[in-house]
């Protein structure tokens, strides 16, 4: 090139990202996010400071941290609290072993395997609701599913009560979450079960390791980054679940699924102290957020 051409180069025109337009293209989009997402957010934190009750809506004085220390005082909120737990390391305990053992079986060649990847993915695409209808369903005690089989086989001599039993509520309904959760949770352990260099596993065998032992010291520390992804996603899923709880139980049988989400329903739109609500809302946001960042640095240390 010549130096007249170079000259000529360096004097045309040249395309810069241009900020301002760019923000202004997404002007109209930050303003609905604003609307519908950030406006919600900090109006309900501004509510859980004032006694808002639409009993008598006219009247709403404000009380501080109040409806926090109400909470924290309450024995039904500790109860709630301890039966979330419960729910939530049964469900993510399931979820593990059962997507680990899918994902060990999907990794593996053989015949018909395209199919049963194909079925898997049913749970995951059914919707809650429907998904909380079909278990209602399965369970129900005059003509549900469960019942037919095991009277069929001779299992059980009567139809029985499944989620009238408070003893089972809670793990019946832990099944129908993880039955729902299971397939999302295989999928990612199935993508770190792909990443594993396959020469790991032929210089194991080398060495004469069986295949417990090239299970124990290469599948499983490979897996810590998708185990990771699971264990924080499906806890901060059990933590929040709502929509079980109300299609199968309401809360009972005598309070047996009434869990922290139930709690912060029934505050807010059964007894109408949004205020209250508001408050219950905020701290289980808040020990969501805490507990999944002690997992990621608790887990990550580990990576």
């Known amino acids: 090139m010549t130096a007249l051409a170079l000259r000529r180069a360096s004097r045309a025109p040249v395309n810069r990202y241009d900020q301002a337009a760019a923000l202004w293209l997404l002007a109209p989009m930050l ?25 008598r809506p006219h009247r709403v ?43 060990l079986l999907l990794n593996e060649e053989f015949r018909g395997r395209r199919f049963l990847s194909a079925m898997l993915l049913v749970p ?26 095991l009277f069929q086989l001779d299992f059980i001599d009567k139809y029985m009560v499944w989620l009238g039993d408070s003893k089972k509520t809670l793990w019946l309904i832990a099944n129908a979450f993880v039955w729902k959760e299971v397939p999302l949770a295989t999928i990612l352990v199935l993508v770190g079960l792909k990443s594993i260099p396959a020469d790991l596993y032929s210089a194991a065998r080398v060495d004469g390791a069986n295949t417990w ?3 124990i010291h290469i599948t499983l520390p490979s ?3 998708s185990f990771m992804l699971v264990v924080i996603y499906e806890t901060m899923m059990a933590i929040r679940h709502f929509d079980l709880f109300f299609i199968l139980t309401e809360g009972g049988p005598a309070e047996a699924s009434h869990v922290l989400a139930w ?6 739109f059964r007894k109408l102290s949004f205020g209250t609500g508001s408050a219950l809302a905020y701290i289980m946001a808040i020990v969501t957020f805490v507990l999944a960042f002690w997992l990621i640095r608790a887990l990550g240390k580990k990576l």
């Open 61 to 103: 004085p404000f009380v501080g941290f109040d409806n926090y220390v109400d909470v924290f005082q309450d024995e039904l909120f500790w109860q709630s609290v301890w039966r979330t737990t419960s729910f939530t390391l049964i469900c993510v305990v399931a979820i593990m072993l059962i997507a680990l053992a899918m994902a």
């Open 124 to 149: 995951w695409a059914i919707p809650y609701v429907a998904n909380g209808l079909m278990w209602k369903w399965i369970y129900d005690s005059g003509y549900g599913a469960l019942n037919g089989i």
């Open 213 to 215: 032992a090239r299970f």
């Open 31 to 55: 303003a609905v996010l604003a609307v519908v997402a950030v406006f919600p957010v900090l109006y309900s934190l501004w509510v859980s400071f004032f006694d808002l009750r639409l009993t």
């Open 223 to 225: 897996l810590r980054p």
């Open 263 to 268: 709690h912060v329903y029934v505050e807010t």
